[in-house]
């Protein structure tokens, strides 16, 4: 029969494990940390077939404009203007452009030339902000749709983020990144779907898909 005296030492036993493995954790981590003093721009890839990519990185700049960096933000494929996340950034016109340059699901627009037109519009603004050492973090959104229908040419594109300013961020959001671009990424996230409310029938609800 389990005695109250047992069941005390047993919990005894159990936290001086847990600290004994949180001392040798925080050794390797510290370790970690101390070893890790480059500072530089990052390239972020939010890719997968799973919701929350370019959710994701909205949160990345909430964080960004949070800590005083001006931002940039274009979209490749969306073309509507209202969205949440974009009411809610608008409100800091100082810190964030913002930028809607598509033209819409390519279901919808079922125009390729249309669809290229509005990418090369699209991307010739980014090299003005990727130009631009005054802007800290540009998120290409939906970007990986660009190569994945041809619309522009990834040589070019990955040459011109190398030459970016040394200390400016960038996130490209989108499905199925192109092993290239993935390669020359610093940080590559790839979202996995387990399940999602609009297999069940379910519309999309602002403030949660839009």
Known sequence: MTTDNNINNDE????ERHQQRMVRKKDVVDEKIAA???EKGLLLIHTGNGKGKSSSAFGVLA???GHGLNCAVIQFVKSRS???????FRQFPAQVS?????EGFTWETQDRERDKRAAIAAWEEVCKKLADPKIGLVILDEFTYAFKFGWLDLEPVIATLARRPPMQHVIITGRAAPPELVAVADTVTEMGMVKHAFQQGI????GIEH
């Not at 913002?98 to 598509?102: N, T």
């Not at 519309?203 to 602002?206: E, F, I, L, Q, V």
């Open 12 to 15: 005894t036993g159990r936290n």
């Open 63 to 65: 964080r960004a404009v």
């Open 82 to 88: 209202d969205s949440g996340e974009e009411a809610f």
């Open 98 to 102: 913002w930028q809607v340059m598509g």
């Open 36 to 38: 890790a003093q480059t």
């Open 203 to 206: 519309k999309a609800m602002p």
